[in-house]
């Protein structure tokens, strides 16, 4: 049998507490997080479908749509690359495989855009009321700035599409710009609903949205 000192049992006592301790604070972070995050339950899961606002169900259908949007640009980007590896067989490959490369590196950068947007616009229904007005704004300034974004990626990508002769490249180029333009109108619709529910703009600033 294994002797073992009242010192040995008292520091094993004591690290183990010390570890139940640690363990009892760290679900209690957690939870407050969760708690001032999103509260006690999703903030219209937790509500009787009779009370959902108007607002909230227009928005859930517009991020829907969103959600769609993002797959298809994902969708139009990797048959960018198919049609990149084909044009290196046809009239002045190199130059038609750089605009090529240009225009889907354009399309990439759009999609992580509304996937970002989409991300944080579909978490909206977590936000506690009390946070909820804070969020709004901080998403209709993200939204306002998105869509300056995607505007400049359709100049550059029309830019580009002018020089490209494959045909397949640019019908699938004029998909991708439909679906950019798109997510511009989406976020048109979303700003519109979040104006009035955001913190109001400041005197004499040049942003429709005011910080926090």
């Known amino acids: 049998m294994r002797n073992t000192s009242p010192t040995s049992a008292a520091l094993a006592?004591?690290?183990?507490?010390?570890q139940r301790r640690v363990a009892a604070?760290?679900?209690?972070?957690?939870a407050a997080v969760l708690l001032t995050v999103v509260g006690c339950t999703p903030a219209w899961r937790g509500k009787d479908t009779a009370t959902v606002s108007a607002e909230d169900e227009t928005i859930r259908a517009v991020?829907?749509?969103?959600?769609?949007?993002?797959?298809?640009?994902?969708?139009?980007?990797?048959?960018?690359?198919i049609v990149a590896r084909d044009a290196l067989v046809g009239e002045n490959p190199d130059r038609q495989l750089d605009?090529?490369?240009?225009v889907y590196l354009q399309v990439d950068a759009a999609q992580l855009v509304a996937e970002y947007q989409y991300r944080m616009l579909s978490v909206i229904h977590y936000i506690k009321?009390?946070?909820r007005t804070d969020y709004l704004t901080l998403r209709a300034r993200g939204l306002d700035k998105a869509r300056t974004r995607l505007g400049t990626a359709?100049?550059?990508i029309a830019l580009y599409d002018a020089f490209i002769k494959n045909p397949k490249a640019t019908a699938t180029i004029a998909q991708a710009r439909a679906l950019i333009q798109g997510n511009i109108?989406?976020?048109d619709q979303l700003l519109e609903i979040l104006r009035p529910l955001v913190h109001p703009a400041g005197a004499f600033t040049p942003d429709p949205y005011s910080p926090i």
Do not use: P, T, W
């Open 63 to 81: 991020v829907e749509k969103l959600a769609v949007n993002v797959h298809e640009l994902r969708f139009v980007y990797d048959e960018l690359h």
């Open 129 to 131: 009321d009390a946070r």
């Open 13 to 18: 006592a004591g690290a183990a507490a010390g």
């Open 185 to 187: 109108y989406l976020y």
């Open 25 to 30: 604070g760290c679900l209690l972070g957690v």
């Open 99 to 102: 605009y090529i490369q240009k």
């Open 154 to 156: 359709i100049e550059h």
